[in-house]
């Protein structure tokens, strides 16, 4: 293809592997690779297997076939850290020992020294903005490969296989962040802010979308800062050009930003700030195909009328935001330098109800935060009672080296974090109950995923349900005429028939999706 996508039969969490014959020179030719993380990195895997293909390795899902073992880590929490280095250790003392083991992804970037003192064996780490470079990293006798970047992304045509199930995938928009928030250290692992180009972008979707792929997934640290880091450095008064890079400094020199993003509607250029909504006009502008655009990833801070309206308007982008608030209360959120307060949130959440009713929300909650009092944390819950989230993930807060919230005074104990966090997720178990009670006999478009190994039952998921990360619906019975057969990776209309024990939709199929649905 011109992208080059392949694609991997049978894929689940663990990235399966390939059988091509060998075109160059080395002692082996099989693979073996793990991915871990979030869906970034997944991409960032992809492309490297997808060099690794193209450069004629054959893929084993067997460790001990394997004469290439790679694992693309994370590191953003202890915790990811932690899970990495027991695949590492695993991984290690299965190989064979004339096979090569290479460390990549996040976690090198920061932890290069520990990984090779806690694995003296591990042949090469090679940092996440190296990612192309693995085919290089295989024939090297470097320990360590570097980047130009600390982050990669696609620049032009890139061998990539999608490892995703046949019908959908996700394309990455931007790589690093332009924020900084006290507690995070992904400014740190993957640098400053860097977006792809519109026109790449778009083709890239059409490849996909050539494929079978009905459903794109668009990430980035967050969609909503798309574009801001092209701002020219001529116009030093612009609000986007402020700590573009940390110290403000914009690193794409002298380029205008029209020549950057590309056309954009009937002007020449993405002038406006909504260059995310420019952005998905373009993609729908370019195509008449039926299929989802999902938005993983929305700052609320950037969740603006234009891209509201753009939702509610298009039926092609899925009702459905994942928007990281992390807390509630104002001081809090102000030491966690969010750019938003309690009242920011509300409004946000309350025109985003207004406009889209059947708008599903997900969302991140942060509990002990330093400092964070009983009260704060009661603050919270009353926050999740007042303004309901459809999926809410829970996290406790995580010491990370070279945060400014590590070094924080009245850090709070391991057991009370965990004893809030556990609180928080019974609360909102109990509200998400009683609000899908209230979603039976309603008519939803659905997207079969597969079918359950257990029972043989087809599942999907409708707009409201992100792949990997939401609950799914469960086709207990289908009503289709003329023989038709349910088929894995197209749309149909359903009707919602149960809650199920495990919180998934018992759904019903009533027919092929070919119109609007009614109350979508």
């Given at each position: 293809?011109?992208?080059?996508?392949?694609?991997?039969?049978?894929?689940?969490?663990?990235?399966?592997?390939?059988?091509?014959?060998?075109?160059?020179?080395?002692?082996?030719?099989?693979?073996?690779?793990?991915?871990?993380?979030?869906?970034?990195?997944?991409?960032?895997?992809?492309?490297?297997?997808?060099?690794?293909?193209?450069?004629?390795?054959?893929?084993?899902?067997?460790?001990?076939?394997?004469?290439?073992?790679?694992?693309?880590?994370?590191?953003?929490?202890?915790?990811?850290?932690?899970?990495?280095c027991d695949v590492i250790d695993e991984i290690n003392k299965s190989r064979k020992k004339s096979s090569k083991l290479i460390v990549a992804g996040c976690m090198a970037n920061l932890y290069r020294d520990q990984i090779l003192s806690q694995f003296p064996t591990v042949d090469h780490v090679l940092s996440s903005g190296a990612v192309d470079r693995?085919?290089?990293?295989?024939?090297?006798?470097?320990?360590?490969?570097?980047?130009?970047?600390?982050?990669?992304?696609?620049?032009?045509?890139?061998?990539?296989?999608?490892?995703?199930?046949?019908?959908?995938?996700?394309?990455?928009?931007?790589?690093?962040?332009?924020?900084?928030?006290?507690?995070?250290?992904?400014?740190?692992?993957?640098?400053?802010?860097?977006?792809?180009?519109?026109?790449?972008?778009?083709?890239?979707?059409?490849?996909?979308?050539?494929?079978?792929?009905?459903?794109?997934?668009?990430?980035?640290?967050?969609?909503?800062?798309?574009?801001?880091?092209?701002?020219?450095?001529?116009?030093?008064?612009?609000?986007?050009?402020?700590?573009?890079?940390?110290?403000?400094?914009?690193?794409?020199?002298?380029?205008?930003?029209?020549?950057?993003?590309?056309?954009?509607?009937?002007?020449?250029?993405?002038?406006?700030?909504?260059?995310?909504?420019?952005?998905?006009?373009?993609?729908?502008?370019?195509?008449?195909?039926?299929?989802?655009?999902?938005?993983?990833?929305?700052?609320?801070?950037?969740?603006?009328?234009?891209?509201?309206?753009?939702?509610?308007?298009?039926?092609?982008?899925?009702?459905?935001?994942?928007?990281?608030?992390?807390?509630?209360?104002?001081?809090?959120?102000?030491?966690?330098?969010?750019?938003?307060?309690?009242?920011?949130?509300?409004?946000?959440?309350?025109?985003?109800?207004?406009?889209?009713?059947?708008?599903?929300?997900?969302?991140?909650?942060?509990?002990?935060?330093?400092?964070?009092?009983?009260?704060?944390?009661?603050?919270?819950?009353?926050?999740?009672?007042?303004?309901?989230?459809?999926?809410?993930?829970?996290?406790?807060?995580?010491?990370?080296?070279?945060?400014?919230?590590?070094?924080l005074p009245d850090q709070i104990p391991e057991h009370i974090k965990l004893q809030r966090k556990k609180k928080l997720e019974k609360f909102q178990e109990g509200l998400v109950r009683a609000r899908a009670a209230r979603s039976l006999g309603r008519i939803v478009r659905i997207l079969i995923d597969g079918t359950r190994t257990f029972d043989g039952l087809l599942v999907g998921r409708h707009q409201g349900q992100c792949a990997d990360v939401d609950n799914i619906v469960v086709v207990t019975k289908h009503v289709l005429l003329e023989g038709n057969v349910?088929?894995?990776?197209?749309?149909?209309?359903?009707?919602?028939?149960?809650?199920?024990?495990?919180?998934?939709?018992?759904?019903?199929?009533?027919?092929?999706?070919?119109?609007?649905?009614?109350?979508?």
């Amino acid at each position: 293809s011109t992208w080059g996508h392949s694609r991997i039969k049978g894929a689940a969490k663990m990235l399966p592997s390939f059988v091509l014959r060998c075109r160059w020179s080395c002692a082996g030719n099989k693979v073996y690779m793990r991915s871990l993380g979030c869906s970034r990195n997944w991409v960032d895997s992809e492309v490297m297997l997808g060099k690794m293909i193209h450069a004629g390795l054959e893929p084993t899902n067997s460790v001990t076939d394997a004469d290439v073992c790679v694992v693309n880590t994370c590191g953003f929490l202890a915790a990811a850290r932690q899970e990495s280095c027991d695949v590492i250790d695993e991984i290690n003392k299965s190989r064979k020992k004339s096979s090569k083991l290479i460390v990549a992804g996040c976690m090198a970037n920061l932890y290069r020294d520990q990984i090779l003192s806690q694995f003296p064996t591990v042949d090469h780490v090679l940092s996440s903005g190296a990612v192309d470079r693995i085919v290089d990293a295989i024939n090297s006798d470097k320990k360590w490969i570097e980047g130009d970047a600390k982050s990669y992304l696609e620049q032009g045509e890139v061998p990539r296989a999608i490892a995703t199930p046949k019908h959908y995938a996700y394309v990455k928009i931007a790589e690093g962040c332009r924020k900084r928030c006290s507690f995070c250290v992904i400014p740190l692992i993957k640098g400053h802010l860097r977006s792809k180009q519109v026109d790449q972008i778009t083709k890239e979707i059409h490849s996909l979308l050539s494929r079978g792929v009905r459903e794109i997934v668009l990430i980035a640290q967050d969609l909503g800062d798309y574009g801001k880091d092209t701002i020219a450095l001529n116009d030093p008064n612009h609000a986007d050009t402020k700590g573009i890079d940390g110290d403000g400094t914009n690193r794409i020199k002298g380029v205008r930003l029209s020549e950057r993003l590309g056309e954009s509607g009937t002007e020449k250029g993405i002038r406006s700030k909504d260059h995310l909504s420019n952005l998905l006009k373009s993609i729908l502008a370019s195509t008449d195909q039926k299929f989802w655009i999902r938005l993983l990833y929305l700052y609320p801070d950037e969740i603006t009328d234009e891209l509201i309206d753009l939702i509610a308007q298009e039926d092609r982008i899925c009702r459905y935001v994942d928007m990281p608030i992390q807390h509630a209360n104002n001081r809090i959120l102000k030491s966690m330098r969010r750019w938003t307060n309690r009242s920011d949130i509300e409004h946000t959440l309350q025109k985003i109800r207004q406009r889209i009713p059947n708008m599903t929300i997900r969302t991140t909650l942060m509990v002990g935060y330093p400092g964070e009092t009983d009260l704060e944390f009661e603050e919270l819950l009353q926050f999740v009672r007042e303004n309901p989230i459809d999926h809410l993930g829970v996290f406790a807060f995580s010491p990370e080296s070279g945060t400014t919230a590590a070094a924080l005074p009245d850090q709070i104990p391991e057991h009370i974090k965990l004893q809030r966090k556990k609180k928080l997720e019974k609360f909102q178990e109990g509200l998400v109950r009683a609000r899908a009670a209230r979603s039976l006999g309603r008519i939803v478009r659905i997207l079969i995923d597969g079918t359950r190994t257990f029972d043989g039952l087809l599942v999907g998921r409708h707009q409201g349900q992100c792949a990997d990360v939401d609950n799914i619906v469960v086709v207990t019975k289908h009503v289709l005429l003329e023989g038709n057969v349910v088929k894995v990776g197209q749309f149909y209309q359903a009707r919602i028939l149960e809650l199920l024990p495990d919180g998934n939709f018992g759904v019903e199929v009533i027919s092929p999706d070919d119109g609007p649905v009614p109350n979508e």
